[in-house]
C-alpha cells in the first residue's frame, strides 16, 4: 500500500471524542409536512422549481434571518453589529458542524464551493511526480486546477477508470493506490454527485482506501451536503467543499469548507490576510490554529447568518427524511419521463440522488428548457464542458437537468412531465 510522505499528516480516522448526539435545532423537529414546507417557501406561488442542484428556493425563516441583519445592521453600523451578534455568527459554525459531524473549529465559511475546493486544493504540499487521482465526473473547476498544477508544479493527473454501474471503480481506486512503481500519490480527489447526472459516487469505500493509504481526500460535496446525510466521520475525507445555495437553500454567495483538525493544522492556505493570520513581529506572522485560516476578513455576514437558519430549518426536518423523499420523487420522475416518447433518462449509477437528466430526440437541450421556462417551470442544462471525460465517453453534448427536492410535489412532478410531453409534438 502506498505510504504518505513524511511531511503529511496521518491517515483520518473514526472520532471517538465527536458527541453521540447533534444538537436539536431551533425548530421543532417533525415529518416532513409537504404543504408546510410548500407554504413556508414563497417561491412555490409563482414557479415549480426543479433547479435546486443550480439553486434552490430558499424558505422564509431564511429570507427572515438575512433582512433582520440588514435592517439592524443598517441602524448599528456593520462592525458593531458583528460584535454584538458574535453568538450568532459562532452558531452558524455549530449549525454546520453539527450537519456534517465535525467539529466546529474544523469549519471555513467562505463565500462559496469553489473557493472552498480551491483553498483546499491548492494548500496541499503537492510536489513534482505527486500523482493526483481523481475521477471521470470530475467538474471542469476542479480539473482546471488539477491541469494547472501539472503546469505549475509538476504532478501527474491520473483519471480512475469507471465500473460497471458508471461510478468510480473501488477496485481500480486500490490498484492505483497500491503502485508505488508509478509514484507517490498527493491526493484523491472525488465529486460526491456530479453536476450532469443522478448518480452518487460511493464516497465512504473511497475514505477506507484513502484512511489505509495515508493520502488525503478531497470531496467535492457541492451537490450532495442538503438532499442527503453527509458525514465526514463515516466518509473518511479530509477535506469537504460545498455551496450554501444548493440543496442546503441557503443564500447565494455562501459556502463553507471542512478541514480534519490534524490535517488542518498542517496546511498553508494559498491565500492569508489579517483574519487568517497575525503580523506578530516585522518579519513575522501567525496562522490561526482552525479551519477559519482558510477565510478572509470581508464576508457577507448576512448570508452567514442566512446559511446558518438554511442548515437549522434542514436539520429540523431531518436529513434521512429529506433523503427519502428526495429520492422517492427523482424516481418518479424517471419512471414518467421514461415512458415519454423519444426521451431518454440518463442517469447512472448504483445509487442515485434528486438530479434527474434526459434528452429527447430532434430537440436540443436548452430549447426545453426554454420551453419550460415559458411554462413557469426552472430546469437547467449540463455541456460537455463541464464534466468532458464523462459526457464524451457517453457520446453526450448537452443534457437537460431537472433536480427534485422535498418541498416539490407529486403535481409538479405530473405537469412537468405533460410538459416535456408537449414541447416533443
Given amino acids: 500500500m502506498a505510504t504518505p510522505r513524511s511531511d503529511r499528516s496521518a491517515p483520518s480516522s473514526p472520532r ?22 410548500r407554504s413556508e417557501t414563497p417561491g412555490c406561488a409563482h414557479v415549480a422549481h426543479l433547479n435546486h442542484a443550480g439553486c434552490s428556493l430558499a424558505p422564509q425563516p431564511v429570507l427572515d434571518a438575512q433582512a433582520d441583519w440588514l435592517a439592524a445592521e443598517a441602524i448599528t453600523g456593520g462592525y458593531e453589529l458583528a460584535a454584538d451578534r458574535a453568538d450568532d455568527r459562532a452558531a452558524t459554525y455549530d449549525e454546520v458542524a453539527s450537519l456534517i459531524g465535525a467539529r466546529p473549529d474544523e469549519i471555513a465559511v ?6 472552498a475546493w480551491h483553498q483546499a486544493f491548492w494548500s496541499l504540499d503537492l510536489q513534482p511526480g505527486d500523482r493526483v487521482l481523481t475521477a471521470d465526473v470530475e467538474y471542469a473547476t476542479g480539473f482546471v486546477s488539477m491541469l494547472q498544477a501539472r503546469r505549475r508544479l509538476g504532478v501527474h493527473i491520473e483519471v480512475i477508470p469507471d465500473d460497471e454501474h ?6 481500480a481506486l486500490a490498484r492505483r493506490l497500491d503502485d508505488d512503481r508509478a509514484g507517490p500519490v498527493g491526493l484523491v480527489a472525488l465529486t460526491h454527485a456530479p453536476t450532469n447526472g443522478g448518480l452518487v459516487n460511493p464516497a465512504e469505500e473511497v475514505g477506507r482506501l484513502t484512511r489505509a493509504a495515508g493520502v488525503p481526500y478531497l470531496l467535492d460535496a457541492c451537490q450532495s451536503v442538503g438532499q442527503m446525510p453527509v458525514d465526514v466521520a463515516e466518509i473518511g475525507c479530509d477535506l469537504l467543499s460545498t455551496t450554501g445555495r444548493k440543496y442546503l437553500r441557503g443564500p447565494r454567495g455562501t459556502g463553507f469548507l471542512y478541514v480534519r483538525r490534524e490535517l488542518g493544522q498542517r496546511l498553508q492556505p494559498p491565500f492569508l490576510d489579517l483574519h487568517a493570520a497575525t503580523w506578530v513581529a516585522p518579519d513575522r506572522y501567525e496562522m490561526r490554529p482552525d479551519a477559519r485560516r482558510f477565510e478572509n476578513w470581508e464576508t457577507n455576514f448576512a448570508g452567514k447568518i442566512g446559511l446558518g437558519v438554511a442548515i437549522d430549518y434542514a436539520r429540523a426536518w431531518g436529513m434521512a427524511a429529506i433523503w427519502d423523499r428526495v429520492r422517492a420523487l ?3 420522475l424517471r419512471a414518467e419521463l421514461e415512458e415519454i416518447p423519444g426521451v431518454t433518462v440518463r442517469d447512472i449509477g448504483a445509487e442515485q440522488c434528486g438530479i434527474v437528466t434526459f434528452t429527447a430526440d430532434g430537440i436540443e437541450a436548452r430549447q426545453v428548457k426554454q420551453a419550460l421556462a415559458a411554462r413557469s417551470i426552472n430546469v437547467t442544462t449540463s455541456t460537455v464542458a463541464s464534466t468532458r471525460f464523462d459526457m464524451e465517453a457517453r457520446g453526450l453534448h448537452e443534457i437537460v437537468r431537472a433536480s427534485v427536492h422535498y418541498y416539490n410535489d407529486e403535481a409538479e412532478i405530473t ?10 409534438l
Fill in 415 to 424: 405537469r412537468f412531465c405533460e410538459s416535456v410531453r408537449l414541447i416533443g
Fill in 166 to 171: 458508471g461510478q468510480v471503480s473501488v477496485e
Fill in 330 to 332: 427523482a424516481s418518479r
Fill in 110 to 115: 467562505v463565500e462559496n464551493a469553489t473557493f
Fill in 16 to 37: 471517538s471524542d465527536l458527541p453521540s448526539g447533534r444538537p436539536a435545532g431551533r425548530f421543532s423537529a417533525a415529518p416532513i409536512d409537504v404543504d408546510r414546507a
